[in-house]
């Protein structure tokens, strides 16, 4: 039996209300190896930050992602890309990032469908299209939040944000638990049942740190998703910030996201 599989049985195996301080012993003793390869990147947890580039200091950037609503054709490009890069499993309802549709209907009331649960096919809605006055596209992924409730839950540690404002998964820490799942508001997670690990957007991190972008920022045909450092005066993202009026999803929790939204409507939840 290995480590996590050992870890994996505590958690189904101990009553809830003991089950994270046990997890949390059983995991520091077990750990303690693993914690030592650990260093490489700033003192956070080994892969995917193992693969950073010689010179790359986390601490000199802070990332985070615009996306502007008007400029959304919901072509799921984005989509599309991101399961290519990141090997997201190929089946609907498997994604790190998706498209939300937005039909303001002539009585008022507004309907939500994603569309990105199958890619190159016409969308599926539950909207009448003739009652539709409005329509607008709202591209969703994990809000890399400062204050995430996804790592505070993890009992393994296996969540972590990094130094320069990501929040990533280490998948030989994760056992699997779906505490985090279920701890995130956004539904930016994902159990991958080809790893059985929690799986979520990374911002493509193992491009960022290269100097690349997110794979779905450089495939949108319309510049709807703007990527950057929010510790550089010269990057987009510190220009679109400047230059619009900003929302966050679900402010009044404060997470703090790192996903910054401009011409948000206030029905998008
Ligand atoms: Fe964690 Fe969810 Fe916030 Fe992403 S959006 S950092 S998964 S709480
Ligand atoms: Fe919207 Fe760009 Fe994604 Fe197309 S690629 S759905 S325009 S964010």
Request: aromatic share 8%.
């Amino acid at each position: 039996m290995n480590k996590r599989q050992f870890l994996k049985g505590a958690i189904l195996f101990f009553p809830a209300g003991g089950v994270l301080s046990a997890v949390a012993r059983m995991s520091a003793a077990q750990d303690s190896a693993a914690k030592d390869t650990a260093g490489a990147a700033g003192g956070a947890a080994a892969a995917p930050e193992s693969n950073m580039p010689a010179g790359y200091n986390p601490a000199d950037h802070s990332y985070g992602m615009g996306i502007e609503i008007d400029k959304c054709i919901g072509c799921n490009r984005c989509v599309e890309a991101c399961k290519a890069e990141n090997n997201v499993p190929p089946e609907p309802f498997f994604f790190r990032t998706w498209v939300e549709r937005y039909p303001i209907m002539g009585n008022g009331e507004t309907v939500v469908d994603c569309i990105s649960t199958h890619p190159g096919k016409p969308s599926p809605t539950t909207a009448d299209d003739r009652e539709v006055v409005r329509t607008f596209f709202v591209p969703k992924l994990c809000n890399h939040c400062a204050h995430p409730p996804c790592v505070q839950v993890c009992p393994v540690g296996a969540t972590f944000s990094t130094e320069d404002g990501a929040v990533l998964v280490d998948s030989k820490r994760c056992i699997g638990c779906r505490y985090c799942i279920q701890a995130c508001p956004y539904g930016a997670r994902f159990f991958n049942h080809n790893t059985n690990t929690a799986d979520k957007c990374t911002f493509c991190y193992q491009r960022v740190v290269k100097g690349l972008l997110p794979a779905c920022v450089e495939v949108c045909p319309t510049g709807a998703r703007i990527f950057g450092d929010l510790k550089s005066k010269a990057s987009r993202l510190v220009r679109f910030q400047r230059m619009n009026k900003i929302n966050v999803l679900k402010p009044q929790l404060n997470t703090e996201p790192k996903v910054y939204y401009a011409q948000l409507d206030g029905e998008v939840r």
